[in-house]
């Protein structure tokens, strides 16, 4: 008789920073460098996925995106804000202090609010 073993290697995966780029591949399903297929079975296996934001265009470009994973399961943001509104209007980064408190939450499938 053969048996299945299943091992889960990890209990989450954070991407800490996620630039643009990243963040519209994973909201557009393409699987294309080793955080990507990460992010893609780690979904599959229904763990937590923590993002943190840092790009130039989350206010414009990216805005859909993030829309997008916003309301993917299993999936948590770090809070964000504008990093610099005066010379780059559109431009957010994660608070990078409120991350372990995101893990946590996420571990228990929670969303840390306020997200912006």
């Not at 989450?12 to 780029?21: E, F, K, M, R, S």
């Amino acid at each position: 008789m053969i048996q299945t073993i299943f091992i889960k290697t990890t209990d989450i995966l954070i991407i800490a920073p996620c630039t643009g780029n990243t963040l519209a591949k994973i909201a557009n399903a393409i699987t294309d460098t080793p955080v990507l297929m990460a992010t893609k079975a780690h979904l599959r296996n229904l763990g937590p996925v923590v993002i943190a934001v840092s790009t130039n265009d989350a206010l414009s470009g990216n805005a859909k995106n993030i829309g997008t994973l916003l309301n993917t399961k299993n999936i948590y943001f770090v809070p964000m804000k504008q990093d610099n509104p005066i010379e780059k209007q559109r431009s957010m980064v994660a608070d990078f202090a409120k991350l372990e408190e995101t893990i946590l939450l996420a571990l228990k499938g929670k969303q840390v609010q306020p997200i912006f």
